[in-house]
């Protein structure tokens, strides 16, 4: 099994910053086959949406264009850890933040317990 802990959450003004953190930890091969790791978010009444991806082999990070531009998925294979710099922050980009690892091959999926993230106008 793999267990994802997210740290970092929190108020912040509009228009600060925060960083999220996501470490795996666990089984070894199961962290091996992580292929995929991702930050999602929600927000109460909301469904669960993508904020940022990173492929670990390859380094190619996608966003959807909400956070494009203010939020920065990055990684830390030693560390078996992931981040997630978010800047500019809005009001709306208030949710709890969840961190997601997808295994290559059988796709296991993985998730964190979520991290509060407020943003007060």
């Known amino acids: 099994q793999v267990q994802l802990v997210e740290s970092g959450g929190g108020l912040v003004q509009a228009g600060g910053s925060l960083r999220l953190s996501c470490a795996a930890s666990g089984s070894i091969n199961r962290i091996n086959r992580i292929n995929t790791m991702g930050w999602y978010r929600q927000a109460p009444g909301k469904q669960r949406e993508l904020v940022a991806a990173i492929t670990l082999s390859s380094s190619t990070t996608n966003y959807p264009d909400s956070v494009k531009g203010r939020f920065s998925i990055s990684r830390d294979n030693v560390k078996n850890t992931v981040y997630l710099q978010m800047n500019s922050l809005k009001p709306e980009d208030t949710a709890v933040y969840y961190c997601?690892?997808?295994?290559?091959?059988?796709?296991?999926?993985?998730w964190g317990q979520g991290t509060q993230v407020t943003v007060s106008s």
């Open positions: 997601n690892a997808v295994t290559r091959g059988t796709a296991a999926n993985y």
